[in-house]
């Protein structure tokens, strides 16, 4: 699975936390420039996952990315940047898979 991964000035050790999930990094933004804060907001192509690191971004370009995931019908996983915060979003996320309770997620995921 592909992820955009937005937020954050360095990603650290989160690839090799999101390699464990079969996630792999397709294209990361920081969200920090201010261009981003109006630019239109668009997934790269084939992005299966939206990966928002809520302590390190803005409202505004948190909300056009996550606008862009729901005009897709791409799953939106919101944490802080830290290796135990992406995890236990990841494991939500996949039991919420599970059990069909996701709102984010189309039924053919």
């Known amino acids: 699975m592909k992820a955009l991964l937005v937020g954050a000035d360095r990603?650290?050790?989160i690839p090799r936390v999101l390699i464990e999930y079969g996630i792999s990094v397709a294209r990361h933004v920081s969200g920090r420039e201010p261009a981003a804060q109006r630019a239109e907001r668009e997934l790269p192509a084939?992005?299966?996952?939206?990966?928002l690191f809520t302590d390190f971004v803005g409202h505004n370009v948190m909300r056009g990315y996550r606008d862009a995931a729901r005009r897709q019908g791409t799953p939106v996983v919101a944490c802080r940047r830290s290796t135990c915060?992406?995890?236990?979003a990841l494991d939500a996320c996949a039991a919420c898979r599970r059990d069909?309770?996701?709102?984010?997620?189309p039924s053919s995921l």
């Open 85 to 88: 915060s992406l995890r236990g």
């Open 11 to 13: 990603l650290g050790n």
């Open 46 to 51: 084939g992005t299966e996952l939206l990966i």
């Open 100 to 105: 069909g309770s996701c709102p984010d997620t």
